[in-house]
């Protein structure tokens, strides 16, 4: 498996509340990405970087921030936390060119 | 605006039957296209691209651009099989990657 790792793996919160998930790559992979999983909707892209500093949005980022102060880190925040937004979060890492993606273990988040 | 479309949401066949898992995209440019799995308790992984042309674990797909499909087959079922894939296009110069709704194949002793 490609180094990527997620945290929390799990995590149960309550409307209202602000969320970080972390994802952390030693691969010095240039992009970076989260996506959600949802049943019948498959994965959808929250946002992406594309290298310290630099993100953009995905198709589904209302409500959702991100941060990449280095290259290794990529923080998904939620503000304020909807149960709309209980879902599983992947993270992934890829380099230009090959079109292939590497991805975290998930987590999985509930909100109450 | 670029898109993937997977019309089945479950699909499950025996062990030895043929499979195929079908993909339509939208895009306007010149598509590059992936299969990704996901085993039980693995991570989502590539399984093959179209540029490559070749098979992995007995399984193909062609790109055909009349039909702007990119279907998923196999000959031959076999039980490690079951998995969800996800077919996924290349958005060119953005990098980004977007998937269909998933496919959830069973394979049936």
């Known amino acids: 498996d490609a180094g990527i790792t997620q945290s929390p793996r799990h995590k149960v919160t309550e409307t209202g509340t602000p969320v970080t998930l972390r994802c952390h790559q030693t691969?010095?992979?240039?992009?970076m990405y989260w996506y959600r999983q949802d049943p019948g909707h498959g994965l959808r892209l929250i946002h992406y970087?594309?290298?310290?500093?630099?993100?953009d949005k995905g198709e589904v980022s209302d409500g959702y921030s991100v941060s990449r102060s280095k290259t290794e880190d990529f923080l998904l925040t939620l503000e304020s936390a909807t149960s709309s937004q209980t879902s599983v979060y992947f993270c992934?890492?890829?380099?230009?060119?090959?079109?292939?993606?590497?991805f975290g273990e998930g987590s999985r988040l509930t909100v109450l | 605006a670029q898109r993937v479309t997977q019309p089945e949401k479950l699909l499950s066949v025996f062990k030895g039957a043929p499979v195929e898992l079908k993909c339509n995209y939208s895009?306007?440019?010149?598509?590059?296209l992936f299969w990704y799995v996901q085993y039980s308790r693995q991570r989502l992984q590539l399984l093959l691209r179209?540029?490559s042309r070749e098979s992995i674990k007995g399984f193909t797909a062609d790109l055909n651009k009349g039909e702007t499909s990119f279907h998923l087959k196999k000959p031959f079922a076999q039980e490690e099989d079951s998995a969800m894939y996800y077919c996924a296009l290349m958005v060119q110069g953005a990098q980004k990657l977007v998937f269909g709704q998933g496919t959830r194949l069973t394979i049936n002793p």
């Open positions: 179209h540029i």
């Open positions: 992934a890492i890829g380099d230009r060119g090959t079109g292939e993606l590497f």
């Open positions: 970087s594309y290298g310290v500093k630099d993100t």
């Open positions: 691969e010095n992979h240039r992009y």
């Open positions: 895009y306007s440019g010149s598509p590059e």
